[in-house]
């Protein structure tokens, strides 16, 4: 009789990689001692290898949680949950938007593993766009990523014992505390965490003295903490999407939870609106520097859009709540989902700014002059925003406040 022993978590390498993909049927008997291993990693949380068969140059991905945040080092412990998490996140995911993420082949919740599709055909967006580039379908696509995995996970759709399970299994406490310290919390108070130049000092203690703002970012984080209304994504940044041309990928759902269903499409706004200011100094000539950033806020307002009547579509052909038909009830859901969206942009944008975690649209400018106008204007605008969320109806008004930016 033979007995199956549970592997026990170890951080993989270059080598030991090779015993979790070796059994998987993917790769031909005759590839098994011809592959090409690299560490391919460049993100804060986690090990990612790419291991390609040198005979038929098919490749997959294997993606390691480590049991703390790389970016910090090991006195930042962190769950190795999070990649059992993050296969369920995709799996999820692909019931309903199969195109838009990694296939999973594989996943290990003891060795914390997912085996995925190698998507090295892509790009990671944030690098695309700071090179300039443009996507076509990249609106459509993550408006409906977002307007089709929000629906089908809601109580608008699913029974509730069933949608009280979802919540239970995507319950993510330590990487949603992550986002409660660095973007709802740390960024508004003199906390170790932040980082930013002296320079901005006076803009930074605006925004900690400001109690009007304060008074909204309370309100925001705590509907971060209270409402469970859609699984999200939970870390929906330029960072977590690869593209090609004709492609999208949502790659990374480690932070995936039950939260408000604005934060999504938030996170992505708020980033192509710190691309669209980045642009200013990255476009070379003027020319490609509007069409980038006339580009830039029409995904923003195509994003919107396609959420909203995806959203609308399935709730008229699928929707189960007993209020479904009731006159106005959708259109209050959508105008609260957009109004706190334009909030929880706010606050990214402040985050990447001052926060932990930076992103490199705004810290590659080439010029620390530049750079530091640029920051001080990502300041203002994203307490312009959390500031006067309800104010604003629709999406041009919220593109036109990132062109007068
Ligand atoms: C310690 S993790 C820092 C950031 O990286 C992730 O991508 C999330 O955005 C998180 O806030
Ligand atoms: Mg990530």
Redo the contacts with the bound molecule.
């Keep these: 009789m033979s007995v199956q022993v549970k592997p026990t978590y170890e951080p993989l390498n270059e080598l030991t990689v090779l015993d979790v993909v070796k059994p998987l049927a993917f790769f031909e008997a005759s590839e098994q001692n011809q592959f090409q291993v690299r560490e391919i990693g460049d993100?804060?949380?986690n090990l990612v290898f790419h291991i390609e068969s040198a005979l038929s140059k098919k490749a997959v991905i294997v993606k390691q949680a480590l049991p703390y945040?790389?970016?910090?080092g090991e006195s930042?412990p962190?769950t190795l949950d999070r990649a059992r998490i993050e296969s369920d996140a995709l799996l999820k995911e692909a019931e309903s938007v199969p195109h838009l993420v990694p296939k999973v082949l594989f996943s290990d919740s003891a060795l914390a593993v997912t085996v995925m599709e190698d998507l090295s055909d892509h790009i990671i967006l944030r690098k695309g766009l700071i090179e300039g580039q443009i996507y076509p379908n990249l609106a459509d696509d993550i408006g409906t990523f977002a307007a089709k995995t929000a629906f089908y996970s809601s109580d608008f759709y699913l029974h509730p014992f069933e949608k009280k399970e979802q919540v239970r299994k995507f319950s993510n406490p330590e990487?949603c505390k992550?986002?409660e310290d660095?973007?709802f919390t740390d960024p508004f108070f003199n906390n170790d965490t932040n980082d930013f130049p002296a320079e901005l000092q006076p803009d930074v203690e605006r925004i900690w003295n400001d109690k009007e703002l304060l008074k909204e970012v309370a309100q925001l984080r705590l509907s971060f903490l209270t409402k469970a209304e859609v699984l999200l994504h939970g870390?929906l940044?330029s960072?977590?999407i690869f593209v090609k041309s004709d492609s999208t990928k949502v790659i990374?759902p480690?932070?995936a939870f039950y939260g408000p269903a604005g934060f999504d499409i938030a996170?992505f706004i708020a980033n192509l609106a710190l691309n669209h200011l980045s642009q200013n100094a990255h476009a070379k000539e003027p020319f490609h520097r509007e069409t980038l950033q006339t580009y830039l806020l029409q995904t923003i307002e195509k994003t919107w859009e396609t959420y909203r009547d995806t959203f609308t579509a399935l709730w008229n052909e699928k929707a189960t709540d007993p209020f479904a038909k009731i006159d106005g009830v959708l259109e209050n859901f959508l105008k609260k989902t957009f109004q706190e969206a334009i909030g929880f942009a706010g606050c990214e944008i402040i985050?990447r700014t001052i926060?932990?975690?930076h992103v490199a649209d705004l810290d590659s400018i080439p010029q620390k002059e530049v750079e530091l106008f640029y920051k001080k204007t990502a300041l203002a605008l994203g307490a312009k925003l959390i500031k006067n969320q309800r104010k604003i109806t629709n999406i041009t008004e919220l593109t036109d406040w990132i062109r007068g930016a």
């Design positions: 993100g804060n949380l945040a790389k970016v910090v930042w962190l990487l992550i986002t660095l973007v870390d940044h960072g977590s990374d480690e932070f996170h985050r926060g932990l975690a």
